[in-house]
């Protein structure tokens, strides 16, 4: 009796601890995780100095997609803050017109308690320009080789008590630049050479073209209904391997309930 239980623990025991690990292992491959886990799609991280953003002077960030349909949904940006701000700050994704000014309609919004942001006179230390804030926004599909904008406000700030978004005066990112708005989006000008800093996090998607409308870019554009690069590649495997751990403990199972059975005998 004690050769059986022995016997249990050899092989029952470690089959069952790595049956759930290597299925807990498939289950997780497709999921795709939001930063730190996985690095920005696209970025720029290069700052020298602060910006302004109060009352009607807002600033914002041209970027452009890359080859693939990109679904965003979240960014991050770096701030600092001086005096004693309004309580939010917000951010927009917009379309761009020409390849250069904003358009008025946002596409996706998000905020930020200014209460959590560091002080860009901190007595030395600089670690505000260390420092990235996360927006989370509603998925959003972005197009291939186009150009959109980040802009952010903050209505309620003023000249003294303000949100720094850090740049780069000397800005080599080749997708985008700095723009601002001295009236609350009406007007805007390109800064040349200067650029935000900014990361953006998602997934790249593989599309599934149908015709519809889309009020952010044309009258009439393609928006691709899509499937994640990571579900259709796991979806189905997962469930194959699971098929065939189960087979093969099954088969132990028979194996010693058999052996033990002749021994019984």
């Not at 970025?43 to 890359?66: K, P, V």
């Not at 358009?103 to 560091?118: E, M």
């Amino acid at each position: 009796m004690k050769k059986k239980i022995a016997l249990i623990k050899i092989i029952i025991i470690p089959l069952t601890i790595t049956t759930i690990l290597l299925w807990s292992k498939i289950s997780n491959a497709g999921s795709t995780e939001r930063y730190p886990y996985n690095p920005p799609i696209i970025s720029y991280d290069e700052d020298n100095t602060n910006s302004q953003i109060y009352s009607t002077y807002w600033i914002g960030q041209n970027f452009t997609t890359g080859n693939d349909y990109f679904n965003l949904n979240s960014f991050q940006l770096k701030l600092c803050k001086i005096g004693v701000p309004a309580t939010t700050i917000s951010c927009a994704l917009k379309s761009v017109l020409g390849n250069s000014n904003p358009l008025p309609l946002n596409i996706q919004t998000a905020s930020y308690n200014t209460a959590s942001i560091l002080s860009c006179s901190d007595g030395g230390s600089n670690e505000y320009k260390k420092n990235y804030y996360l927006f989370d926004i509603a998925d959003f599909l972005l197009l291939p080789n186009t150009m959109y904008n980040i802009t952010c406000a903050c209505q309620s700030c003023t000249s003294s008590n303000y949100i720094s978004w850090r740049y780069d005066n000397t800005g080599t990112y080749s997708g985008g630049f700095f723009v601002n708005s001295s009236d609350s989006g009406a007007n805007w000008s390109i800064v040349e050479n200067y650029d935000l800093n900014f990361r953006l996090y998602g997934n790249i998607e593989i599309p599934t073209p149908t015709t519809t409308t889309n009020v952010y870019i044309t009258a009439s554009s393609t928006i691709p209904t899509t499937t994640e690069v990571t579900n259709a590649e796991f979806g189905n495997l997962k469930y194959l391997v699971l098929l065939i751990i189960l087979l093969v403990v099954f088969t132990i199972f028979d194996f010693v309930r058999r052996y033990f059975g002749k021994e019984t005998r």
